[in-house]
């Protein structure tokens, strides 16, 4: 198996190893036994969430004193790559419950909202979910119309989300919505309050083993001291994407090796014209771009992670290793899946799967395209979005 060619581990510390290979370890004895059934089936294993909490998979950058694990962001990263090497959908709920819910809560809540919401998620005892896109606005959020008055004793909230990893489990929603003054917030929206709502978005081809659905807000009233007090406007739900694209970034090499070494193992013993497929120049020009194409991606991630540490990474680089890494991960698997021929499509191989989760990968937290346009912002300072 070929994972490192570059030999990265040697910018690794010890510990980030450690936790790596624990990670593997878990996804080994638990993702990997059960995950193509729960895909064939389209049933999410939420058992796993409570496990993934114990492992430190859950708000790993956290600090401790909020039962976060405190640990680095290249470590953050590394979890999301031996999660996303098991199925895209396990990395979704770590990377949701991490920089999607935990983030935002940590960094624009106040001191009550950390310790009431942030140790159960970390735990895994409470689920999260992050409410920005809506029916009408995708890739534009800065027009959403999900909005909420002020009524005095409370908020009333009205309006719908769609697209929403685990909104159907979820205990809490870190819901993004505009103000009277139509200044975008974030409230806390809990499961149980009135009127609100989270029908399953069913019918995917993609992500089968996570949950997806609607937030749906009727009337809903949310107490005061559920708006984080720290952030008015879109940066506010952009920090936290810049939080979950990176931990993309590296989730998607894991999923991206994974398609790259099934289809190397497989060249290696399947026959054709009494010669291993592995020694036609075809399979081994497939086999070398996708290495090379990877090992760029895991350098590119690494950097990132390393700027990251620094808190020197910017927007633009984050999108532009979301966007490279994806799209290396989704070649690799649609090239992997041709080596394997028509044992390409079985669910006795872990390609299929990986290539159907990555066209959702490739669309959410930023489509291929505008992350396109966003360093294309940054290089020419012209905005091409409107
Ligand atoms: P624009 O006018 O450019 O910016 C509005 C304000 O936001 C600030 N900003 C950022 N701040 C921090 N980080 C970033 N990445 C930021 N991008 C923008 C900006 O500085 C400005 O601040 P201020 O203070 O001046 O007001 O915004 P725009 O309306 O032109 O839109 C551009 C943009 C960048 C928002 C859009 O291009 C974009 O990124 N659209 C993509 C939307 C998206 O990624 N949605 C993801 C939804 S969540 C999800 O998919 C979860 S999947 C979960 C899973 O299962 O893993
Ligand atoms: P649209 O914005 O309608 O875009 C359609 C196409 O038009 C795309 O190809 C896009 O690139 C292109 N396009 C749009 N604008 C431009 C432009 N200015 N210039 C050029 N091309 C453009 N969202 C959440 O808030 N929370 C979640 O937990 C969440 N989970 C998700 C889980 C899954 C499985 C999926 C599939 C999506 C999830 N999303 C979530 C939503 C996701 O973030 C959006 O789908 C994504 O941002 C794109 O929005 P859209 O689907 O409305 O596409």
């Not at 729960?38 to 993934?52: C, D, F, G, V, Y």
């Not at 089968?208 to 009727?218: H, I, K, N, W, Y």
């Not at 894991?254 to 075809?282: H, I, M, V, W």
């Amino acid at each position: 198996m070929i994972t490192d060619y570059f030999k990265t581990d040697e910018f690794l510390t010890g510990e980030q190893k450690l936790i790596r290979d624990s990670v593997r370890a878990w996804v080994n004895k638990n993702v990997l036994p059960i995950i193509d059934e729960a895909n064939q089936k389209h049933q999410s294993p939420t058992e796993l969430i409570k496990q993934m909490g114990e492992l430190g998979a859950l708000g790993s950058f956290i600090p401790e004193k909020y039962g976060g694990s405190g640990f680095d962001q290249i470590t953050y990263g590394l979890i999301m790559q031996e999660l996303e090497r098991g199925d895209s959908s396990i990395r979704s709920t770590a990377s949701v419950q991490t920089s999607l819910v935990m983030y935002p809560i940590y960094e624009f809540g106040n001191e009550a909202q950390r310790n009431t919401y942030l140790p159960k998620l970390a735990s895994g005892e409470f689920v999260g979910a992050f409410g920005l896109t809506e029916p009408n606005h995708g890739s534009d959020p800065g027009s959403m119309e999900t909005k909420f008055t002020d009524e005095g004793d409370y908020f009333l909230l009205n309006g719908a989300k769609m697209w929403i990893t685990n909104a159907p489990i979820c205990d809490l929603a870190v819901v993004w919505a505009k103000d009277e003054e139509n200044k975008v917030r974030a409230l806390i929206v809990e499961k149980d309050f009135e009127g609100f709502s989270r029908p399953e978005t069913v019918k995917k081809w993609s992500l089968r083993a996570s949950v997806t659905g609607e937030l749906v807000f009727d009337k809903v009233k949310v107490p005061k001291e559920n708006l984080l007090p720290n952030i008015v406007g879109l940066k506010g739900p952009m920090m936290c994407l810049n939080s979950a694209r990176y931990g993309i970034a590296w989730g998607v090499l894991g999923a991206g090796f994974d398609c790259f070494n099934t289809a190397l193992q497989y060249s290696q013993e399947r026959k054709q014209f009494n010669k291993p497929l592995a020694s036609f120049q075809l399979t081994q020009k497939k086999l070398s771009e996708m290495l090379t194409e990877l090992t760029a991606a895991q350098l590119m991630a690494l950097r990132v992670g390393q700027l990251k540490n620094e808190n020197k990474a910017t927007p633009a680089q984050i999108s532009m290793v979301k966007r490279n890494n994806v799209h290396t991960a989704l070649k690799v698997a649609r090239e992997s899946r041709q080596i394997l021929g028509a044992m390409g499509i079985s669910g006795d191989f872990p390609i299929m799967r990986h290539m159907m989760n990555l066209e959702s990968v490739i669309t959410y937290e930023g489509t291929h395209d505008i992350h396109l346009l966003i360093t294309g912002y940054d290089i020419t300072g012209i905005p091409a979005f409107k």
